[in-house]
């Protein structure tokens, strides 16, 4: 008996022939020189008149066997499908990580679901954002954000002051060069908060979400290796359709 897998790995191709079989079997009835035959001959009107050979062309496509041969390639394809749909029903597998069943008894294409949500789940909490980590965090429970601890600085400002390079004289006047000091004036205390994660909590989700892909992976697998039954479903569609 064979297995879900095996099928789809059929499928595939069952499909691609089908393709192929139907565009050719399309291109032989749009010629209508192929379907058309035609068969003369040539009587002169007396004894001694011209005598010429008969003319005949045979039809090289008879469209009811065109539509055996469209029957039968989507006969294959429709039993496979069929068998393939049929199965997808009845195959199911728990997924598991690490002992613990986070999911039971899920169907096959809920599995392929989840596949690609997990997928792009990784994509999103690859990129959460981190917290600066030349920064020392803490938890404040009061907002549940994270904060620094409190880092003081000083304000200044620039004031002018004048240096004489050159004492006035009786003929010059004084040389004086203003420059600027920053003074202190008062003080900045400084907390910085944020709403960011830290790099060990992003790491740890992403670890989760890897180990629930690679846990589904393994039960699809499972799933796909469940036996199923030949649904012969294309005989009768095509009974019906072409009979």
């Given at each position: 008996?064979?297995?879900?897998?095996?099928?789809?790995?059929?499928?595939?191709?069952?499909?691609?022939?089908?393709?192929?079989?139907?565009n050719?079997?399309?291109?032989?009835?749009?010629?209508?020189?192929?379907l058309?035959g035609?068969?003369?001959?040539?009587?002169?009107?007396?004894?001694?008149g011209?005598?010429?050979?008969p003319?005949?062309?045979?039809?090289?496509?008879?469209?009811?066997?065109v539509?055996r041969?469209?029957?039968g390639?989507?006969?294959?394809?429709?039993?496979?499908?069929?068998?393939k749909?049929w199965?997808?029903?009845?195959?199911?597998?728990?997924?598991t990580?690490?002992?613990?069943?986070?999911?039971?008894d899920?169907?096959?294409?809920?599995?392929?679901?989840?596949?690609?949500?997990?997928?792009e789940?990784?994509?999103?909490?690859?990129?959460?954002?981190?917290?600066?980590?030349?920064?020392?965090?803490?938890?404040?429970?009061?907002?549940?954000?994270?904060?620094?601890?409190?880092?003081?600085?000083?304000?200044?400002?620039?004031?002018?002051?004048?240096?004489?390079k050159?004492?006035?004289t009786?003929?010059?006047?004084?040389?004086?060069?203003?420059?600027?000091?920053?003074?202190?004036?008062?003080?900045w205390?400084?907390?910085?908060?944020?709403?960011?994660?830290?790099?060990?909590?992003?790491?740890?989700?992403v670890?989760?979400?890897?180990k629930?892909?690679?846990?589904?992976?393994?039960?699809?697998e499972?799933?796909n290796?469940?036996?199923?039954?030949?649904?012969r479903?294309?005989?009768?569609?095509?009974?019906?359709?072409?009979?």
């Amino acid at each position: 008996m064979a297995k879900l897998n095996q099928i789809i790995a059929v499928e595939k191709g069952v499909k691609s022939k089908s393709l192929q079989d139907i565009n050719a079997a399309h291109a032989k009835v749009q010629k209508p020189a192929l379907l058309a035959g035609i068969s003369r001959t040539y009587q002169p009107k007396d004894e001694e008149g011209e005598q010429l050979p008969p003319e005949s062309t045979r039809v090289q496509v008879q469209a009811e066997d065109v539509l055996r041969e469209v029957s039968g390639t989507l006969t294959r394809l429709f039993d496979v499908t069929a068998t393939k749909d049929w199965a997808n029903c009845l195959a199911r597998a728990d997924v598991t990580v690490e002992g613990r069943t986070i999911v039971a008894d899920v169907p096959v294409g809920y599995l392929l679901f989840l596949e690609k949500q997990l997928a792009e789940l990784h994509g999103f909490v690859k990129k959460l954002p981190t917290l600066d980590a030349a920064e020392s965090w803490a938890l404040d429970p009061s907002t549940d954000w994270w904060k620094t601890d409190a880092v003081r600085t000083i304000r200044t400002k620039k004031v002018p002051r004048n240096h004489v390079k050159a004492e006035a004289t009786e003929k010059h006047p004084a040389q004086v060069e203003v420059y600027y000091e920053d003074v202190p004036i008062g003080y900045w205390t400084t907390v910085k908060f944020s709403g960011a994660l830290p790099a060990r909590r992003v790491n740890e989700l992403v670890d989760r979400v890897e180990k629930l892909q690679q846990a589904v992976k393994f039960a699809r697998e499972e799933a796909n290796g469940t036996e199923v039954t030949d649904k012969r479903v294309g005989e009768a569609v095509f009974g019906y359709l072409f009979g």
